[in-house]
Structures are given as structure tokens and as C-alpha cells.
């Protein structure tokens, strides 16, 4: 029977089932053909989930019926830890019926959304599981409505009454966590602004000896990390204190999950334009081009791009989205003088189908060197990586 998204999503939450949120990554769904088997999920949630994984054997491994309500099939599913030789990951296989090529799990859906519900024992471990692959954007935005921004590389994960977000790269250094004694006083009272953390991050992480492709990944980190000092600050003592009515529950749960997507939505445009400022490029943000557009960024300023005698092959446009599934098309028509708009992404990836259409649009996207990797091999030479984008910008400047 086919049932809705929100539907889908009032079942696991009524129920006390464990969840895994993730973005799927081009690794997960195949597109980088490096013979990967199905979608990451880091030991700790694994463990967390069947116990035991853990056990001292080669490739451990737990099997369980998995009902994905997105496509109204059933699938024998593998959780397997693959420990042998130079892997140590862990991974769901097995979404395609055995002996046939019809997976659920397709390059397509790079970049969206998957949402896993388990019912678990201690003595067990999984015992069932449902899953949603989100095949839009409207699918995307009703799973992070309910649980906040889903970002690249992070996992949302609920297991036995508690929540966290695992990063599934290694996190930032520990001076990022803040204690309340280690807060601005200011934050105490209310809860900082998007700019106000960001800040707080280049305080913290001032050193410009990283490449600025490292030095974003590693303050996105770090700010995250200071995000969830102050949230613990705020929002836990609410929490302990209890609720008078289910109303008032739902009031500060729909707090939390705004201001997490607010804080996503904005925080990866604010460290771009603190690392455009460190490499002392000149620029113009949310300047208007023509009507009421306004791209995240244009170089070398709004006054250059409205002036007709300024050449056009020196001007630059950067769109900023971290993630780029669907809505990469919204930066086509922000620069009309422009056939190439720059996009500046963290999605893990996009299928070579996907990354065509991109360019036949005139879309070039920058992605910190790092990640890469997580792109389809014939992409990889095509992406700009942040610090050659701004050399870009400076030889422009120059010319």
C-alpha cells in the first residue's frame, strides 16, 4: 500500500524506533563506482543498533526485513562491518531482490535525504526496519521540518531516548565545545545569531596555515560544535524542567528545529565571505543583479557587473548551497549577464547524469578539495576547488 511522506514520518515517530538520517553520498549510491554496497553508516551508530557487530569474526554481519515505504517493496537487508584487509566501515546492502539488478538504491539519488527506522533489542539487535529514500525537494523539506537541517556528512541518530548528530569525518578539536563558563556572557541571556557563532569560530580557529579548502571544513566543524554548546545551554534545562502541555512541547521542539535549519542555511555563505575577506578579494554580498535577484556573491563587486563596459570574462558569480540535489536550478537566472554562475557546495557528491545537466546549464561547482573524492571519477577534474576559485578571482582581478 503507498502511503505519504508525512504519514511515513508520524509512524516512526509515534513509535519508539531508532533513526538514522543521513544524505546520501555518491559512495552510497554507486555513482563513483568504487564498488561500494549500499549506504555508510559510521561503527558507532552500527554497534549501537546490533550489538553483535562487535563480535571478533571476519566481516560480521546481521540480517533483517526492511520495508521501504518510499517504493511499497520489501528488502532482506545486510548490516554488515566489513573489517578485513584495508576496510573498517560499515554498511546496509542488499536492496535489490536477490538474483535481479532492481535496487531501490540508485545514483539519481546523490545528495537526498534516507531515512531509516529500526525496531531493536538488546538481545536481537535489529529486528525490523523501515526506510524513505526522499526522491524530492518537497520529500526533503517534510523530513527536516520534523528533525532540523539533515546536512552532507552527518548522521541524525535517535537510540533509546537519545539524540546526537555524529559527523561522520573526524570532528574538531575540543576547544569547540564550550563550557557555560567559556561563553560570552551575552550568549547566556539569548540565544547568538548565525554571525555572532561564526565569529566566535575565527576566534577560536584564527590560523590561516590551512589551505582555504581545509580551513572551511575545519571551522564549518568547529562552529558546529559551538552551535551545540549553546543549544545545550538553552535548550536542555527546558527539557528537564518538563512541559505543562503538549502544546508547549511542540512550541520549543519547532524552536530547536528552525533555528538549526536557519543556522545551516546561513552558516556556510557567513565562513565564505570571512575566508574571501582573509584572502583580501574584493566582492559584493547579496547585491542585486537584475530585478530582485541577489546572488550570495558577485566579484568583483555589484558596481562592475552593472557597468556595461566592465568585461564580462572578469566578472564572477558564486551561488552558496550546501547542498545541490534540487536546488542547484535556483542560480541559473541570479546573474542574466553571466553564461557561467559558479555554485559553492558540500554535497558528497552528484550522479555523471546529474553533474551534465549542471554544465549544460553553465553551472561550475566549487567544492572543497577534500571532498573530491566522493565525486565520480570522470567529474572530479571538472570541480574547482575553493582555493583555486579564488585564484580565479584574483587572476580576474588582475587582468
Known amino acids: 500500500m503507498t502511503i505519504r511522506i508525512d504519514e511515513f514520518l508520524d509512524k516512526v515517530l509515534d513509535e519508539d524506533h531508532s533513526i538514522v538520517i543521513k544524505r546520501l553520498s555518491a559512495n552510497d549510491t ?6 561500494q554496497a549500499g549506504p ?11 550489538p553483535g557487530l562487535r563480535e571478533g569474526k ?8 526492511c520495508d521501504v515505504a518510499s517504493h511499497s517493496v520489501t528488502r532482506y537487508s545486510r548490516l554488515v562491518w566489513y573489517n578485513t584487509g584495508s576496510r573498517n566501515e560499515c554498511r546496509i546492502t542488499n536492496w535489490a531482490t536477490r538474483g535481479r539488478r532492481d535496487s531501490v538504491v540508485r545514483k539519481s539519488q546523490t ?9 531493536t533489542s538488546p538481545l536481537l539487535g535489529i529486528e525490523h526496519c523501515w526506510a524513505w529514500f526522499c526522491e524530492s525537494e518537497a520529500e526533503e523539506e517534510a523530513v527536516e521540518l ?11 541518530f535517535k537510540h533509546l531516548g537519545q539524540i546526537k548528530t555524529v559527523k561522520g569525518r573526524a570532528a574538531a578539536a575540543s576547544p569547540c565545545s564550550l563550557t557555560t563558563a567559556n561563553l560570552p556572557g551575552g550568549w547566556l541571556a539569548s540565544f547568538p545569531d548565525a554571525s555572532q557563532i561564526v565569529n566566535k569560530t575565527i576566534e577560536i ?22 552551535f551545540k554548546s549553546v543549544e545545550q545551554v538553552h535548550v536542555l534545562p527546558k527539557i528537564n524542567h518538563g512541559f505543562t502541555s503538549v502544546d508547549a512541547f511542540v512550541d520549543l521542539a519547532n524552536a530547536v528545529t528552525n533555528r538549526r535549519k536557519a543556522r545551516s542555511g546561513r552558516s556556510l555563505e557567513l565562513h565564505l565571505k570571512l575566508i574571501f575577506d582573509e584572502s583580501e578579494i574584493q566582492y559584493s554580498h547579496e547585491a542585486q543583479t537584475e530585478g530582485k535577484k541577489t546572488p550570495d556573491f558577485l566579484f568583483p563587486s555589484a558596481a562592475c557587473y552593472h557597468d556595461s563596459s566592465f568585461s564580462t570574462e572578469n566578472l564572477r558569480m558564486l551561488g552558496v548551497k550546501t547542498t545541490c540535489k534540487d536546488r542547484w536550478r535556483q542560480v541559473i537566472s541570479e546573474a542574466d549577464r553571466l553564461p557561467i554562475k559558479h555554485l559553492a557546495t558540500l554535497q558528497e ?20 578539495k577534500r571532498l573530491h573524492k566522493a565525486y565520480p571519477m570522470a567529474v ?4 574547482l576547488t575553493l582555493e583555486r576559485f579564488i585564484e580565479e578571482v584574483r587572476a580576474s582581478a588582475a587582468a
Not at 146 to 156: L, M, T
Not at 357 to 364: F, S
Open 58 to 65: 571476519s566481516n560480521p554481519d546481521q540480517f533483517f526485513d
Open 205 to 226: 580557529m584564527p590560523a590561516r596555515a590551512h589551505l582555504s579548502d581545509d580551513r572551511l571544513l575545519l571551522r564549518r566543524d568547529c562552529e558546529f560544535l559551538i
Open 111 to 119: 545528495g537526498g535525504i534516507l531515512l531509516l527506522a529500526f525496531a
Open 30 to 35: 554507486g555513482a563513483t563506482e568504487a564498488h
Open 349 to 368: 557528491g552528484v550522479s555523471e547524469p546529474q553533474f551534465d545537466e549542471m554544465q549544460r546549464a553553465g553551472i561550475v561547482l566549487v567544492v572543497p
Open 40 to 50: 555508510y553508516i559510521p561503527k558507532d551508530i552500527a554497534f549501537a543498533l546490533s
Open 380 to 383: 572530479r577534474p571538472k570541480l
Open 146 to 156: 520534523r528533525f532540523g537541517a539533515i546536512e552532507p556528512g552527518s548522521f541524525w
